[in-house]
């Protein structure tokens, strides 16, 4: 057990460490920063639009919510992609990753500690963004608790729980597409190449889920179940979209992580 803490905790430094880490949290950051100034800015112009969009003018808790909504369509699959290229494929580019294939160590283990180290930056991410969203929502648009797409008024504790209920949701859609692209990490050295795939596929995938002839297809697409997580803001939450969704991420997790098992078991050192 303190073995395998010591790896998670040298995985969470090495992360860290990194430049482009800092610079990706950074400007994620700065996401519902730009967009609260935005809608500050627009004055009642800003409050029309669909769904989220509508109910944004004065409903600063609402802002972390919609902001994590609109990356989760790009911005934050492209730092998953970052990160699990970083994980396998940026290490097999710098050498060191033979390193670590000949150590004692079971490569099982060693690729769930590069999902922990995924899943626990990715969760820092999410977080990062929800806290500033709140903050900077609080601050330019003020907030008397949560508006809901229903129309209810929620208070302010109870929007602050919706709002974590969304941190887990989309940290582990994160998760799901960062594992997918762990396994395509783990076939090459280039770390360019995973982001290209990754992202590739996220698109593709919004484009497919664009064609009504193709419905039959819309299930078997993650991208297909990311609007189902605004559900979260409607009162009462209904979860069977909720939980479609997140089934379907676990789906694609465990196809990730076990093509990636099943490459670096096999993988020479």
């Known amino acids: 057990m303190t073995m395998i803490t010591r790896q998670f905790g040298s995985e969470l430094r090495w992360m860290l460490r990194r430049p482009r ?7 994620l950051a700065l996401v519902p ?3 609260s100034f935005g809608i500050w800015t627009a004055g009642d112009e800003g409050g029309g639009g669909p769904g989220l969009a509508a109910i944004l003018q004065g409903n600063g808790l609402v802002v972390p919510i919609f902001t994590l909504f609109l990356s989760l369509n790009l911005l934050l699959p492209l730092v998953a992609s970052i990160w699990a290229a ?3 494929a940026g290490e097999a580019q710098h050498g060191t990753l033979r390193g670590l294939l ?3 160590v079971s490569r099982v283990r060693l690729l769930f ?5 995924l899943a626990a930056m990715s969760l820092l991410a999410v977080t990062l963004m929800a806290v500033v969203g709140i903050i900077a929502g609080t601050a330019f648009l003020g907030t008397d608790g949560m508006m809901t797409i229903s129309g209810t008024t929620l208070g302010t504790a109870e929007g602050l729980v919706r709002i974590a209920l969304f941190i887990v949701l989309v940290t582990f859609q994160m998760v799901s597409i960062g594992a997918v692209a762990l396994a395509v990490s783990a076939t ?3 770390p360019l190449v995973v982001q290209a795939a990754t992202m590739t596929t996220i698109i593709v995938f919004q484009v497919l889920g664009q064609f009504s002839s193709l419905d039959w297809l819309h299930p078997f697409l993650i991208t297909t179940g990311f609007p189902g997580l605004v559900d979260v ?7 069977d979209q909720i939980w479609d969704s997140t089934l379907l991420a676990g789906c ?3 196809i990730g992580t076990g093509l990636a098992a099943m490459r670096l078991i096999t993988k020479d050192n």
């Open 113 to 117: 500690v590069k999902l922990f180290g």
């Open 21 to 27: 880490t800092l610079i990706g949290l950074f400007g």
């Open 86 to 88: 970083d994980g396998l």
């Open 252 to 254: 694609y997790l465990l």
């Open 233 to 239: 803001m409607r009162d009462p939450i209904p979860f």
């Open 33 to 35: 920063i730009i967009v």
């Open 102 to 104: 000949v150590a004692p």
């Open 188 to 190: 090459t050295e280039h």
